[in-house]
């Protein structure tokens, strides 16, 4: 029990109730400490079952450890502390305690050696998540994220459902590697799924993200679909529906992400394109892929961290958020921007950044395992992301028609966040090898070769060149718009069929009510009559008559006492 | 916030023009150098050329996609309110 208190989400948790009560230097140093020691408990904990709790007939598994699950902590821990450094004069406290309590169950999740430890740290997830968009407190916030609660809690549903029936079929709550081959376990993985972002749900991705605050944005980005793709990762490699799966994430997040005005809506799409890419490395399933789907999400969570800091910079200076409204921004906020652009770099799998050296192992494992079809689409996929986040949201926000405004840089912290990260993107990038080493397999490959990096550059500048040829020739028109997606079926029929509902049901119970209502009232009419004050049983009688049947009784009795004694 | 004094060298009337001629000039230049490179897989797509073409034809079509799609499901950004 005592390894209880090396757990890595424990010092998160417990920063995160001190942060309540503390202010100024003393709530910096616990934001920014906690994640730091969790890091050292991450890397001190020894592999293997480190606590087992008899449950029922089962042993629930609440800390265990491997090398995919300190990978995934790690750079949780290390997003942890990124985040609270630029979210370190967030004055929305709830914010911050609820992103320091989702990041300590999502190391839970990581750590969870069984089913339903999994699950009981998923669902806190979800509501600790919620808690954080809700704390932005505007109306559209609110409303996003009942939305963003509901999608999960039904995400939670079927995962239940999934575990119950794999326990009742199976009798083992183990969370080993397996594939979807019976309805237990494909209800465990459209669970999971729901959380990557994945067909037909992607859209709470969109919807949900954008309305946190421009901190609480950097958080929620990086844990729920990093958990799902270690989930994913852990329980199915190999599925190969995920490959089909991932790769319709991948298109849809470039298309709508084209379509989109809102700068951090299109991170958002952004976010299932990539995650669309550990997907479809998952359902390959080799040990090269598996460790391109790791090496994604290790670089993921730091790549689009940095972009929706700058995006949540300029957001925070500006107080907008539409493509329509930016423009020019790069004159006075110069750094902001080289961040933005190092971190658009990085998602568009540029050499020698950390997305290039991740991405290639995907690649080059749909090649040896003979899925050409899939490396071809990868490669279109790495193409459109370079039009969407490398040129796209750079041009507009940064570059493009001036709108003539001129704001500052955000404050020091926010910049040394982002400054931490681009040089992240950029050491992995430089350094493949050391960062391959933090991998679930040790696989002999090198990235950095030429003939890989020209064609690198060749794929992503030539793309990049229909781009610019588009925008000179045609124009590229920047509308007030939202792209209609899946969501609307339940924000606009699932509305209309609540409201139906509401009023059907509505005379239905009034019509009960009324018929229950008679029914009692007859009851109680019936007992009034004969119980009430002028019911028969509770009349009161009269004086005289009581001393009519008095005499009465005292005659027969005298009588009796003449005829008989 | 809103001074609109601020010069700088990218906004000289003459920087898209000679930015396009950098670009071109680094576009054949990957081309030449994938003349000197040996591609370490064989196949259609290790062919000479093919990232440059087909990195082209991609984002056009992306372009071209997501015109077509935004066409047809494009509503006012306050249609949800509504």
Redesign the interface.
């Known amino acids: 029990m005592s390894s209880l208190l090396f757990h890595p989400a424990l010092p998160i948790i417990v920063g995160a109730f001190l942060i309540l009560r503390l202010t100024g230097t003393a709530r910096s140093v616990i934001l920014l400490g906690t994640p730091l020691v969790s890091l050292a408990f991450i890397w001190m904990t020894a592999d293997g079952v480190l606590l087992a709790i008899p449950y029922m007939e089962w042993t629930l598994e609440p800390f265990k450890a491997d090398k995919l699950s300190r990978l995934f902590a790690t750079v949780f821990a290390i997003m942890a502390f990124a985040g609270n450094l630029y979210a370190l004069k967030q004055e929305k406290v709830l914010e911050l305690f609820a992103a320091n309590v989702y990041i300590a169950f999502s190391l839970g999740v990581v750590f969870a050696g069984d089913l339903i430890t999994v699950f009981i740290f998923w669902e806190m997830m979800a509501l600790a998540s919620s808690t954080v968009i809700f704390s932005a407190g505007t109306s559209t916030a609110r409303a996003a994220g009942m939305r963003y609660m509901m999608v999960h809690l039904l995400g939670g549903v079927v995962l239940m459902a999934g575990i119950a029936g794999e326990v009742a079929v199976t009798g083992s709550i183990a969370f080993t590697s397996m594939l979807p081959d019976t309805l237990p376990r494909a209800l465990i993985l459209a669970g999971f799924l729901l959380n990557t972002g994945a067909p037909p749900f992607s859209a709470w991705v969109p919807d949900s993200y954008p309305e946190a605050s421009y901190s609480g944005m950097v958080f929620l980005s990086a844990f729920t679909t990093k958990t799902a793709v270690y989930v994913l990762a852990r329980g199915f490699p190999g599925a190969e529906i995920l490959i089909f799966i991932g790769l319709f994430m991948i298109f849809y997040g470039?298309?709508?992400g084209?379509?989109e005005?809102?700068a951090r809506k299109m991170l958002g799409y952004s976010i299932v394109n990539q995650v669309g890419f550990m997907v479809t490395a998952i359902g390959i399933g080799s040990a090269m892929a598996i460790n391109g789907a790791v090496a994604h999400a290790f670089a993921h969570i730091i790549y689009k961290a940095l972009l929706i800091m700058a995006t949540g910079s300029v957001f925070y200076v500006?107080g907008k958020r539409k493509f329509t409204e930016y423009g020019g921004l790069?004159?006075?906020m110069p750094l902001t921007a080289i961040c933005c652009i190092i971190g658009g770099l990085s998602i568009s799998a540029f050499p020698f950044t950390s997305g290039f050296v991740a991405k290639a192992m995907t690649s080059e494992a749909a090649?040896l395992g003979q899925y050409?079809w899939v490396?071809?689409l990868l490669?279109?996929g790495t193409?459109?992301v370079f039009?969407d986040v490398g040129i796209k949201l750079q041009y507009f926000v940064f570059?493009g028609k001036?709108s003539?405004?001129?704001?500052p840089e955000p404050p020091l912290h926010m910049r040394t966040a982002m400054v931490f990260f681009a040089v992240l993107c950029v050491g992995i990038g430089l350094v493949p090898q050391q960062f391959y080493q933090l991998l679930p397999y040790s696989l002999d490959y090198e990235p950095n070769?030429?003939?890989?990096i020209?064609?690198?550059?060749?794929?992503?500048?030539?793309?990049?060149?229909?781009?610019?040829l588009?925008l000179k020739y045609y124009g590229w028109k920047l509308?007030?718009?939202?792209?209609?997606?899946f969501d609307w079926f339940y924000?606009?029929w699932g509305h209309k069929l609540a409201v139906t509902f509401t009023e059907n049901s509505g005379s239905a119970r009034d019509s009960i009510i009324e018929d229950l209502s008679k029914g009692a009232n007859a009851t109680i009419d019936g007992i009034h009559h004969r119980h009430g004050p002028d019911g028969i049983l509770a009349r009161t009688m009269p004086t005289g008559r009581m001393v009519f049947w008095a005499i009465i009784m005292l005659a027969v009795y005298l009588l009796v006492d003449f005829v008989f004694m | 916030m809103s001074d609109q004094s601020n010069s700088h060298w990218l906004d000289d009337p003459g920087t898209p023009k000679r930015l396009w001629t950098i670009f071109i000039v680094v576009l054949v230049l990957l081309l030449i150098a994938e003349l000197f490179v040996t591609h370490h897989h064989k196949g259609f797509m290790f062919n000479y050329g093919f990232s440059a073409w087909f990195g082209f034809l991609v984002g056009g079509v992306s372009i071209l996609l997501s015109k077509g799609w935004k066409k047809i499901l494009k509503r006012k950004d306050t249609y949800y309110d509504e």
Do not use: K, M
Not at chain 1, 480 to 485: C, F, I, Q, R
């Open positions: 470039i298309i709508y084209l379509c005005n809102n500006t790069f004159r006075t090649y050409y490396w071809y490669a279109a193409a459109g039009l570059f001036d003539g405004l001129r704001p070769t030429p003939d890989h020209v064609t690198q550059f060749q794929i992503l500048l030539f793309s990049g060149a229909a781009f610019f588009f509308v007030e718009s939202l792209t209609l997606d924000r606009v």
